[in-house]
């Protein structure tokens, strides 16, 4: 990886933050550290910091699964450095022992005992009272593509008329033409099979906690269907880049404009349509 590469992957990462949220959560930990807070504050509040930081902290939000399984890992994380010693043990549980039996602490013993299963069934009840609202407006799958050249690292893209700069290569190049499908593998097992799937079926790791789930590039009734301009748009970028007919939008790709250059994106188009031994859609030669 180039310095380049590093730079550019640092501001996208810095484009995807929320800081207004950070920055507090920063203070606050800060704060801890400036006091001395005792081990059962630290816990506390590196808990709530990685909650708020994935809930709240970036501009694309976390689908749901995904933060109940990175707050899972958090939890044991946090359980298993607090049990690991005796030391750390004894230093924890010492305000939760005082809280239950020195007198002094009795009203917020029954606050906290009180508070504690109204808010599990304030919870509870709001969930299971929510009503049933039909869509703001209807989902179109496929939107069409902006009619507007679209920018991506400074250079312009006319969807209606690009095409695959390398596609060429099959029949003029086919060693060369190769070269780009395997460097297409490289980005595709490096970015995108989390959520698309080791075989392209859309049935990644993640793709249960995204809302649609991701395509399956083996149906022929997607990438098929599609000129290699359609891909390029959506996987330039990605979910941000949805128009409101694609909506409500809650995927978590990303725009890969931002980690990928002009020519990875094209050649991970290549990959796809060769792994599933697929063609994309000619482009339609319109009369005067």
């Given at each position: 990886?180039?310095?380049?590469?590093?730079?550019?992957?640092?501001?996208?990462?810095?484009?995807s933050l929320n800081i207004y949220v950070?920055?507090?959560?920063?203070?606050?930990?800060?704060?801890?550290?400036?006091?001395?807070?005792g081990l059962f504050v630290w816990v506390t509040a590196w808990a709530l910091a990685v909650y708020l930081t994935l809930r709240y902290g970036f501009v694309i939000a976390i689908p749901a699964s995904v933060?109940?399984?990175?707050?899972?890992?958090?939890?044991?994380?946090?359980?298993?450095?607090?049990?690991?010693?005796?030391?750390?043990w004894?230093?924890?549980?010492?305000?939760?022992?005082?809280?239950?039996?020195?007198?002094?602490?009795?009203?917020?013993?029954v606050l906290v005992l009180v508070t504690l299963p109204l808010a599990a069934g304030a919870r509870v009840y709001l969930s299971m009272t929510l009503p049933i609202q039909p869509p703001l407006f209807t989902r179109t799958v496929h939107p069409a593509p902006p009619s507007e050249p679209i920018t991506v690292h400074d250079q312009e893209f006319d969807l209606?008329?690009?095409?695959?700069?390398?596609?060429?290569?099959?029949?003029?190049?086919?060693?060369?033409?190769?070269?780009?499908?395997?460097?297409?593998?490289?980005?595709?097992?490096?970015?995108?099979?989390?959520?698309?799937?080791?075989?392209?079926?859309?049935?990644?790791?993640?793709?249960?906690?995204?809302?649609?789930?991701?395509?399956?590039?083996r149906d022929t009734g997607t990438i098929a269907m599609f000129q290699?301009?359609?891909?390029?748009?959506?996987?330039?970028?990605g979910g941000p880049g949805m128009p409101d007919e694609g909506g409500p939008w809650e995927s978590a790709m990303p725009a890969w404009e931002k980690f990928l250059s002009v020519e990875e994106i094209w050649d991970v188009i290549l990959f796809l349509y060769d792994y599933t031994e697929q063609r994309p859609r000619e482009l339609e030669e319109h009369g005067e």
């Open positions: 990886m180039t310095f380049h590469d590093l730079w550019q992957f640092l501001v996208a990462l810095i484009e950070l920055l507090p959560i920063l203070v606050v930990l800060i704060g801890c550290r400036i006091v001395k807070a933060l109940s399984l990175y707050m899972g890992i958090v939890f044991l994380t946090l359980l298993t450095y607090v049990v690991s010693s005796r030391e750390r004894i230093s924890f549980s010492r305000p939760l022992l005082r809280l239950m039996v020195e007198k002094k602490y009795q009203p917020l013993l209606n008329a690009v095409v695959n700069p390398f596609r060429e290569l099959e029949e003029s190049d086919l060693e060369q033409f190769q070269t780009h499908v395997e460097n297409g593998r490289r980005v595709y097992y490096q970015n995108c099979f989390y959520c698309h799937g080791d075989d392209m079926l859309g049935d990644g790791l993640f793709a249960h906690g995204l809302n649609p789930i991701p395509t399956n590039f290699e301009g359609f891909l390029f748009w959506r996987i330039a970028k």
